[in-house]
């Protein structure tokens, strides 16, 4: 492996050294989850700690060791533990967690568990037919780690395994470095990225000022814009309205609809969520309620 291994205490503290394998969709600015301004406000501290796991991760990291061992199995080849990061010796801003190292085939291994609704997003067995952010995920290991080839084991639904074979390709290869080169350059520099969504608009100036505008003609056509098109999202949602009565009716206590094959096309479920009662708690208990109040600013975006 042409890299260098280091042992980091906290995975989670290696985000401030450069930008991992599982970033890569979003350094390229094409993950709809998270923009190129939301990693940078990540890497430079200034989005939060990340939420804890949910099941589907926790139950993910814990069938990880299976998978692995079955993806040794398929391939007659041992899999090593990675060290928690492994670092570009040529690319120092590019590190990667390797869920496991081939070292007889010179190979990434990667494990990954999916919702068997998902998995149609998987291809034929043995093929690279897999997610483009999986894609980009092994090519970045495999620029880290020097390796030409990347095993990936998806198991889907809890009881469908299944084997992919990701080559090096240059050419991607290439691109990525250069876009990874540039997100860091930005990191670096402290220069955010564009704002590229209104969730980035949100992050990006959270706080209003006491001051005035004025609007330049172009944005005057993009308020007539928009206010169309609230227009037609209303006039849509009436419509809509009706299909989703009789879509309820048809369901009934039912919480799932599926198609013949058993492919989940919408749900119903029952939720439950605690509140705390603050004004009965200000009540009986002003001193309490005092020490754990919170005050929290947003902004309202309003047409006049």
């Keep these: 492996m042409n890299a260098q291994l280091n042992i980091a205490p906290e995975v989670t503290k290696d985000r401030h050294l450069g930008v991992g394998a599982s970033e890569a969709l979003a350094y390229c600015g094409k993950d709809p989850r998270c923009s190129?301004?939301?990693?940078?406000?990540?890497?430079?501290?200034?989005?939060?700690?990340?939420?804890?796991?949910?099941?589907?991760?926790m139950w993910g990291h814990r069938l990880e060791p299976v998978v692995r061992d079955w993806l040794a199995e398929e391939l007659n080849a041992p899999i090593v533990p990675s060290?928690?990061?492994?670092?570009?010796?040529?690319?120092?801003?590019?590190?990667?967690?390797?869920?496991?190292?081939?070292?007889?085939?010179?190979?990434?291994?990667?494990?990954?568990?999916?919702?068997?609704?998902?998995?149609?997003?998987?291809?034929?067995?043995?093929?690279?037919?897999?997610?483009?952010r999986y894609v980009l995920?092994?090519?970045?290991s495999m620029i880290v780690t020097g390796y030409r080839i990347a095993h990936l084991a998806a198991l889907i639904g809890g009881n469908d395994a299944r084997r992919y074979v990701i080559e090096y390709?240059?050419?991607?290869?290439?691109?990525?470095?250069?876009?990874?080169?540039?997100?860091?350059?930005h990191v670096e520099n402290r220069i955010e990225p564009e704002v590229v969504?209104?969730?980035?608009?949100?992050?990006?100036?959270?706080?209003?000022?006491?001051?005035?505008?004025?609007?330049?003609?172009?944005?005057?056509?993009?308020?007539?814009?928009?206010?169309?098109?609230?227009?037609?999202?209303?006039?849509?949602?009436?419509?809509a309205e009706p299909h989703e009565l009789t879509i309820k009716k048809f369901l009934g206590d039912a919480d799932c609809l599926t198609d013949a094959r058993g492919k989940r096309l919408a749900s119903w479920k029952s939720q439950t969520r605690e509140t705390l009662d603050l004004k009965a708690l200000s009540a009986d208990h002003p001193e309490i309620a005092a020490e754990y109040k919170r005050v929290s600013s947003f902004r309202v975006f309003r047409i006049k």
């Excluded at 995920?137 to 970045?140: G, I």
């Excluded at 390709?169 to 350059?185: C, G, M, P, Y």
Aim: glycine share 4%; net charge negative.
């Design 83 to 132: 060290p928690p990061r492994v670092t570009s010796a040529e690319h120092p801003f590019m590190f990667a967690h390797l869920d496991g190292d081939i070292p007889s085939l010179r190979a990434v291994a990667e494990i990954k568990t999916s919702d068997k609704f998902l998995a149609q997003e998987f291809g034929e067995v043995g093929t690279d037919e897999i997610p483009i």
């Design 197 to 239: 969504n209104l969730h980035d608009a949100d992050k990006r100036w959270p706080l209003s000022r006491d001051r005035e505008v004025v609007a330049t003609p172009e944005i005057i056509l993009s308020l007539e814009a928009l206010k169309e098109a609230r227009d037609e999202i209303k006039a849509w949602e009436a419509s």
């Design 137 to 140: 995920q092994c090519t970045h």
């Design 36 to 57: 190129r301004l939301q990693l940078y406000l990540r890497k430079v501290g200034a989005a939060g700690e990340r939420p804890d796991e949910d099941q589907r991760q």
């Design 169 to 185: 390709d240059e050419q991607l290869a290439t691109s990525l470095v250069a876009r990874a080169a540039d997100f860091w350059r």
